[in-house]
């Protein structure tokens, strides 16, 4: 069960944990991901490579089923958001590693 008052930082930390990633990524000014923890992703789940943040982030949560939607990142808010992905978007990309730690060890 997911803690209410998480912030953004704990729960990148919470997958960098999770997903084995080595390290953690700090976040950026205004709360942005840096671009390099979603390219340790793609590497170590080997899935596609995307190009921007909340493309990088939706091709995951699809490879392993996980459906991204228009409150995951700021994409379709009114200010365009320049694509930053939400608190909620990165509890989706918690799930979609799990699915795919999951999907590592039945293998």
Do not use: H, Y
Not at 77 to 82: A, D, Q, R
């Amino acid at each position: 069960m997911e803690k209410k008052n998480q912030t953004k930082q704990s729960i990148v930390n919470d997958i960098c944990t999770l997903a084995n990633l080595g390290e953690t990524f700090k976040l950026l000014r205004g709360s942005s991901i840096p671009i390099q923890f979603f390219q340790k992703l793609e590497r170590r789940f080997s899935i596609p490579i995307a190009n921007g943040m909340e493309v990088k982030a939706e091709t995951f949560c699809s490879f392993f089923g996980i459906e991204w939607t228009t409150d995951c990142d700021s994409s379709s808010s009114p200010s365009g958001g320049g694509g930053t992905v939400t608190k909620i978007g990165l509890l989706k990309i918690k799930e979609a590693v799990k699915v795919a730690i999951e999907r590592e060890i039945s293998d």
